[in-house]
């Protein structure tokens, strides 16, 4: 079946240091790609999203950028600050209705 | 707009019992979706519905049953509870995918 592989499963950057994490996708008809964030015991929440037709999209220090010939896509985080500490998702459309999503990422932002 | 809810928030079974989780949202969005979250296994889909009295079945179907009644509401169903459905079930809805998906806070369930 279709799946979304999300590297690395935790990640220790100092602070104001920057951040990737990267996924790739198996789906060659995924036109959708979210990044969410989970705060410890909270609800997944939407940080960014680009779709197929564009390659890179930012919102403030918070970039994606997306390869669809090798079908993958990474979310860059910069001058990270503490309140970045969380698990942060990708995640892929599929068959228009749903999504795949990648086993997460524990980002640690050391002081 | 309190967006998506849940209930029960959290909840204790023994094995073979049942129980409905309830999810509204005041957003008027036609899609739902129930995930539950594992461990290091990220948001599996579980059934999710395209509008009000349909339902399809997602990643992780058996052992589960929903009903979409109303538009606004969205049950999932566990007739006879196992311990390998321990676990946090979130859902969450979208007004036309591909699109963002809103959760609602989360429904941590044991099952003993």
């Known amino acids: 079946g279709e799946n979304v592989e999300q590297h690395p499963s935790t990640l220790s950057v100092q602070e104001g240091d920057s951040a990737v994490i990267k996924c790739t996708y198996s789906?060659?008809?995924?036109?959708?790609f979210p990044w969410y964030k989970q705060e410890l015991g909270k609800r997944p929440q939407l940080i960014i999203d680009i779709r197929s037709n564009v390659g890179e999209k930012k919102d403030q220090r918070i970039a994606v950028t997306l390869n669809k010939t090798a079908k993958h896509f990474s979310l860059h985080i910069t001058e990270t600050q503490p309140e970045d500490s969380a698990v942060y998702f990708c995640?892929?459309?599929?068959?228009?209705?749903?999504?795949?999503w990648g086993a997460g990422t524990k980002l640690i932002i050391k002081p | 707009n309190a967006g998506v809810t849940q209930t029960p928030k959290f909840r204790v079974l023994k094995t073979g019992q049942s129980m409905t989780l309830l999810c509204a949202q005041d957003?008027?969005?036609?899609?739902m979706y129930w995930y539950r979250q594992d461990p290091g296994m990220g948001l599996r889909l579980i059934h999710y519905?395209?509008?009000?009295?349909?339902?399809a079945k997602g990643e992780v179907p058996d052992g589960y049953n929903v009903s979409r009644l109303k538009k606004q509401n969205f049950l999932l169903g566990l007739e006879s509870a196992a311990p390998s459905q321990t676990s946090v079930y979130f859902c969450?809805?979208?007004?036309?995918?591909?699109?963002?998906?809103?959760f609602g806070p989360g429904t941590r369930l044991t099952v003993t």
């Open positions: 969450a809805s979208s007004y036309r995918p591909p699109d963002e998906q809103y």
């Open positions: 957003m008027n969005h036609e899609y």
């Open positions: 995640a892929a459309s599929y068959s228009n209705y749903q999504l795949i």
């Open positions: 519905s395209v509008g009000e009295g349909t339902t």
């Open positions: 789906d060659s008809a995924s036109n959708y």
